[in-house]
């Protein structure tokens, strides 16, 4: 008998959904065969067509949760393989009570948080609905004032934190968070080598050639405040009014920023390219020509 390695494990358990000891039982009783186990759970469990090994989770929600003091908000995300998945209640309602359950246990380790009973629900839902569904990631906002904002499609989740004004204010910011996306909070939090790296692209640009070196400092100078100002939340022109600066809307309340966080559904996962054309032609036996 073949021995049954961590890796086999894994395997099995991105194509099934179902836990590690059941994947190991299922892989030790088909001799470390991981198609000949995947058929007989398919027999024995009612389990759905395994996915594809490397089938990417990057669509989903992004959720937020705020306190009745505004002083604590959760904001999470939950994926899913498919947009349709991401708007079925089951995968909602599921999602809604991750974070319900880690708000109330104040819980930002993902792997805590799904150590028990939600595993155990992750893994059913997986069966029912036939997608690989994961928690991601969760992060807490804690601030003198706290508010957050979700778009209408649970794509994006921002949260804002304030040293003072209004939760209705907080979550004004928060909006333009989601739709602005702006890196850093304020222009001297943009890390060094970002500033660096950037000054490096404006001087090596076209018009720069050939120009006096104080000439090409100057227009490198002002080109980076323009970054800067273009990339900063306190300098952005506020969505709901673009004749005043995000930076001078906390100002006329008596605040200042604290801090924001704002969560997309799939950035940074490395999506599968899937060429349908060799997919059908496969499936049909044909090849591509």
């Keep these: 008998m ?17 836990g590690m000891m059941e994947c190991k039982k299922a892989l030790v009783e088909a001799g470390g065969d991981v198609d000949a186990a995947i058929e007989e759970l398919r027999k024995s469990s009612g389990l759905k067509a395994a996915k594809k090994a490397g089938r990417t989770a990057a669509e989903g ?11 604590r908000a959760l904001i999470l995300e939950v994926n899913s393989e498919t947009d349709f998945v991401a708007r079925d209640d089951n995968f909602l309602n599921f999602a809604r009570e991750v974070l319900e359950v880690a708000f109330n246990n104040d819980e930002t380790d993902v792997a805590k948080l799904m150590a028990g ?11 029912k609905i036939g997608e690989n569904i994961t928690v ?9 004032v706290v508010d957050g904002y979700v778009h209408n499609t ?15 204010l907080a979550r004004d910011v928060a909006m333009h968070v989601a739709a602005v996306n702006p890196r850093v909070g304020k222009a001297e939090n943009m890390p060094a080598e970002e500033v660096e790296k950037e000054r490096e692209i404006i001087r ?30 306190w300098d952005q022109p506020f969505v709901k009014n673009p004749d005043q600066t995000v ?22 996962i490395e999506r599968e390219e899937v060429d349908f054309a060799a997919e059908v032609a496969a499936a049909a036996g044909t090849g591509k020509s």
């Excluded at 929600?61 to 002083?71: A, P």
């Excluded at 649970?154 to 209705?168: D, F, P, R, Y």
């Excluded at 000439?215 to 490198?220: Q, S, Y």
């Excluded at 920023?257 to 940074?268: C, H, I, N, Q």
């Design 2 to 18: 073949a021995a049954i390695t961590a890796a086999m494990v894994k395997e099995l358990r991105e194509r099934t959904g179902l």
């Design 61 to 71: 929600v992004s959720l937020v949760k705020v306190n009745s003091e505004h002083t």
């Design 117 to 127: 009973e939600l595993e155990s629900k992750r893994e059913a839902l997986v069966q």
């Design 136 to 144: 991601r990631r969760l992060v807490r906002v804690e601030g003198a």
């Design 154 to 168: 649970n794509k994006i989740a921002s949260v804002v934190a304030l040293t003072g004004g209004s939760a209705e």
């Design 204 to 233: 090596a640009q076209p018009d720069m050639e050939g120009k006096p070196a104080e000439i090409v400092e100057k227009m490198t100078t002002g080109r980076i405040n323009k970054f800067l100002k273009e990339n900063s939340l």
């Design 247 to 268: 930076g001078a809307l906390i100002k006329a309340e008596g605040a200042d920023l604290a801090g924001f966080v704002r969560l997309e559904v799939g950035e940074g």
